[in-house]
């Protein structure tokens, strides 16, 4: 019989401190598990030789060269250094890509599908990934999708732990005093990251003065967040959120749609609601009491959310 080769890694939801992050503030993200990519390791068809990979949702089939000197493909990229990390051959086999996380929503689609066709690729050529050297190769990636990425999101999805996330700073996680119970909000809007951090960096480097001490103060945000999760603290968790979600206004990385989604929930009776990820579209999330989640995911979807997903962490 033969044995199924897949693997798979799980969405990202940040929830507190995106970008600050790349300017080296704290930040906090835990993995959604339930929404997950997944990387299956197929023969080749007959008459195809090589490594190729197959992403019919992508609308992506590619043959994957190691020896291009340059690849702008994310996904040709992250097999070409798995496979230079390994020192390994290509294997002759089609890897299939399907994922379950929208892309361009905040929730890490492209870091989580690399990181499940790294550990595919790996396990192809015989390889067990050792976590650290994946988390590097997917960052590697990344700068594809986000330009100048702080690496929380393949940190927080290589690992599938949450993270208490410093820029270059080792792995460090964070326990939580009670559950927390949250409701991922989609506006449906596909937006940049990429386009998002390079506007927040253009204000940075424009309006330092008044940049600077907002994302000093997200900072703030997230490390008061973190003692307030680790406590159990769930009125303080939920007010730190709404806050954050105001600096990230002044940030300009909200939207119209984000920000409405935010007020109905709280309206709603959520303890506190941000956006998450990039912005300026994508996903919110809101914290709510276990026994009110119904109510506001019915607001959130006569809101317009396109999907609302509950994920409660222990
Ligand atoms: C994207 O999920 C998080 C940002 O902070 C970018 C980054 O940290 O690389 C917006």
């Known amino acids: 019989m033969l044995m199924t080769i897949e693997a798979s890694a799980p969405a990202k939801i940040i929830l507190f ?29 007959d008459g195809l030789r090589g490594l190729h990979i197959d992403a019919p949702d992508l609308g992506q089939h590619l043959p994957v060269d190691i020896h291009a000197e340059t690849v702008d493909n994310a996904l040709a990229l992250t097999a070409k250094l798995v496979l230079q990390a390994l020192s390994a051959p290509p294997p002759d086999v089609t890897i ?22 790294a550990r595919a690729l790996c396990l192809a050529v015989g390889r067990s990934p050792d976590l650290a050297t994946l988390n590097h190769l997917v ?9 100048t990425p702080s690496g929380i999101d393949n940190t927080v999805i290589v690992y599938e732990q949450p993270v208490y996330f410093v820029r270059n700073q080792p792995l460090e996680t964070f326990t939580l005093g009670a559950p927390l119970t949250l409701l991922i909000g989609d506006t449906g809007i596909g937006a940049s990251t990429k386009i998002a951090v390079g506007d927040v960096r253009r204000l940075v480097e424009t309006d330092a003065a008044a940049t600077l001490p907002i994302i000093q103060a997200i900072g703030e945000i997230s490390q008061m967040a973190r003692a307030a999760i680790e406590r159990g603290d769930i009125q303080a968790v939920g007010q730190l959120m709404t806050e954050n979600h105001a600096l990230l206004c002044r940030l300009t990385v909200s939207s119209v749609e984000l920000d409405h989604l935010v007020v109905t929930a709280r309206q709603a009776g959520a303890v506190g609601a941000k956006l998450s990820g990039g912005g300026r579209g994508g996903n919110m999330i809101a914290l709510v009491h276990a026994e009110n989640a119904d109510d506001v995911v019915s607001a959130l979807r006569q809101a317009g959310a396109v999907r609302v997903v509950k994920t409660v962490l222990v």
């Open 96 to 117: 299939v890509l399907r994922s379950q996380i929208p892309i361009a929503s905040g929730l890490g689609s492209g870091s989580a599908v690399s990181t499940a066709l």
């Open 139 to 147: 960052y590697e990636v990344e700068k594809i999708h986000h330009g």
């Open 17 to 45: 401190g995106e970008h600050a992050a790349v300017y080296g503030q704290p930040a906090l993200a835990v993995p959604v598990s339930t929404l997950r990519a997944y990387a299956e390791v197929c023969p080749n068809p």
